[in-house]
Nanobody, 123 residues
């Protein structure tokens, strides 16, 4: 199994920046891709960004494209989400996820999930 722990969440003003980290442990050799998802109260969990573990290919939701950057450090088994030009609508709990089989935008494809980290953007 894989364990994921997110960190880096917090409170920032609109227009500010924040970097989230997700450290993976356990069967990390089995990871094919990792992704970030977010969920606001009363709303469905939505895809934010994903990265393939070997090649580093990336995919972004339209709502964050150009503002967020996903990256990974394979040696550290860690994935990052650099968030710039933050907006109040980015406020949510952000979850890190790992997929053993595919590189996907669909949360149902992911096998492991972290517990989440809160990001709050004030206006």
């Amino acid at each position: 199994q894989v364990q994921l722990v997110e960190s880096g969440g917090g409170l920032v003003q609109a227009g500010g920046s924040l970097r989230l980290s997700c450290a993976a442990s356990g069967r990390t050799f089995s990871i094919y891709a990792m992704g970030w998802f977010r969920q606001a109260p009363g709303k469905e969990r939505e895809f934010v960004a994903a990265i393939s573990w070997s090649g580093g290919s990336t995919s972004y939701a339209d709502s964050v494209k150009g503002r967020f950057t996903i990256s990974r450090d394979n040696a550290k088994n860690t994935v990052y989400l650099q968030m710039n030009s933050l907006k109040p609508e980015d406020t949510a709990v952000y979850y890190c996820a790992a997929d053993e089989e595919s590189y996907s935008r669909n949360g149902r494809a992911y096998d492991y999930w972290g517990r989440g980290t809160q990001v709050t953007v004030s206006s």
